[in-house]
Antibody, heavy 120, light 110 residues
């Protein structure tokens, strides 16, 4: 069965860095585009970044562009999110999600999320 | 990147139908058929209920249906059931090759 498991969250000071991981299993990871989505406490969902299946052009939300970097290691079936220059407003649960296959669009599998808290 | 606009809350009695709107622009909802909808129960990860405007993933009840007219997409839940009480979010591709979620709608089953 498809599983996505995020890790790497924690408490970090403003200006600090953190790297999140998303371990995938139960499907051919290298064939799927992957996304990061976040949700601040008590708030709505916010799209963060997309990583194509082949690791080519990546796209980011304006709020994180230049500070966050999405990457993947298909040999390890793992998606990453490197987060630098963290701000209080980056505090959120971060989810990785798989894009549905083919030319369709929807995020059909999600991890359980990992909490990032930016605080001094 | 402004979020798509959804009503903050919608309510209905069991068995009734409700519709949640999701309003964007010609650069997102109106320009592409890449609108999806997610259900989120408290403390849980979101769950895909509609993709590509009106398609249901395998395992999703046919009580859930989606449509689009111009810059506004809609999710209709028919035969409302207690377990449908949750937050619902729309999502759309945007011409800047990014994606955007809606503001979210809390559905209450009276």
């Amino acid at each position: 069965q498809v599983q996505l498991v995020e890790s790497g969250g924690g408490v970090v000071q403003p200006g600090g860095s953190l790297r999140l991981s998303c371990a995938a299993s139960g499907f051919t990871f290298s064939a799927y585009a992957m996304h990061w989505v976040r949700q601040a406490p008590g708030k709505g969902l916010e799209w963060v970044a997309i990583m194509p299946y082949d690791g080519t052009t990546k796209y980011y939300a304006d709020s994180v562009r230049g500070r966050f970097t999405i990457s993947r290691d298909n040999s390890k079936n793992t998606l990453y999110l490197q987060m630098n220059s963290l701000r209080a407003e980056d505090t959120a649960v971060y989810y990785c999600a798989r894009r549905i296959s083919g030319y369709n669009y929807g995020l059909d599998y999600w991890g359980q999320g990992t909490l990032v808290t930016v605080s001094s | 990147q402004s979020a798509l606009t959804q009503p903050a809350s919608v309510s209905g009695s069991p068995g009734q139908s409700i519709t949640i709107s999701c309003t964007g622009t010609s650069s997102d909802v109106g320009g592409y058929n890449y609108v999806s909808w997610y259900q989120q129960h408290p403390g849980k990860a979101p769950k895909l209920v509609i993709y590509d405007v009106s398609n249901r993933p395998s395992g999703i009840s046919n009580r859930f249906s989606g449509s689009k007219s111009g810059d506004t997409a809609s999710l209709t839940i028919s035969g409302l059931q207690p377990e449908d009480e949750a937050d619902y979010y729309c999502n759309s591709y945007r011409s800047s090759r990014t994606f955007v979620f809606g503001t979210g709608t809390k559905v209450t089953v009276l």
